[in-house]
């Protein structure tokens, strides 16, 4: 599992460490004399905790949310969250630059009216290529660490649903998947893998999922908090 990113605040009055979660976003309140292996590993211990805290706070600020594919507004990729910034210039382009997510338009598509139109366009393509290659890559990774494979692969686009795999072995994943953190795009193309053996959700198939990743509770739960930010 992934640490929560957190900020660190060192103080020569304090104690102990204490570890705060607001808004979404982990702070760490820590004494100078202990070392910062010594935090990581404190975070470490704690993070179910912390995810469950940081998931959470995070499903309420999105319920408010309606996408307008306007500046500002915040996009996962691979888990983190970057803030829509919409230029203009002579060549079409989509890139992540620090925080942000970059999405040029050409100049002449700069009319208010057609901006959101673009914008997501632009976005989808992005989002679909990125999808191809990196669960690709997760795929014939997972493929290697568990002995089991698909028969073909499609990236494709659900409205309800991550992932597929009917009984010639072919897995269709979902092109939103890109969004989620690596470990929760592997937990589902486990999912799919295991279906490979059982065809269903029986103890014996969860039994399977759990050989080969134990933490899938937690990646399920990060779905079901992050869904209503991940579907389009
Ligand atoms: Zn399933």
Request: hydrophobic residues 40%.
């Amino acid at each position: 599992m992934t640490l929560p990113e957190f900020t660190l605040v060192r103080s020569s009055k304090r104690k102990t460490v204490s570890l705060q979660v607001k808004s979404g976003k982990v702070r760490v309140l820590a004494p100078r004399q202990i070392s910062d292996l010594q935090i990581t590993e404190l975070v470490e211990q704690k993070s179910v905790w912390l995810w469950r805290k940081i998931n959470e706070q995070q499903q309420i600020v999105e319920q408010s949310m309606v996408r307008q594919f306007i500046d500002g507004e915040r996009y996962y990729f691979l888990g983190k969250q970057y803030s829509l910034a919409v230029v203009h210039a002579s060549s079409k382009d989509v890139q992540l630059i620090d925080d942000k997510i970059v999405v040029t338009l050409l100049k002449r598509d700069a009319a208010p009216a057609l901006i959101a139109d673009k914008v997501q366009t632009a976005m989808r393509q992005w989002y679909i290529e990125q999808a191809k290659v990196i669960l690709q890559q997760r795929l014939s990774e997972q493929q290697q660490f568990t002995k089991l494979s698909a028969t073909a692969v499609k990236i494709r686009h659900y409205k309800t649903r991550w992932g597929s795999c009917d009984s010639k072995h072919r897995i269709n994943l979902n092109w939103l998947l890109v969004m989620a953190p690596v470990e929760v795009i592997d937990y589902v193309i486990i999912h799919e893998l295991c279906h490979t053996v059982h065809l269903n959700h029986s103890s014996a198939y969860w039994q399977l999922v759990n050989q080969f990743f134990p933490h899938y509770k937690q990646a399920k739960t990060w779905l079901k908090s992050h869904q209503q930010h991940l579907y389009w």
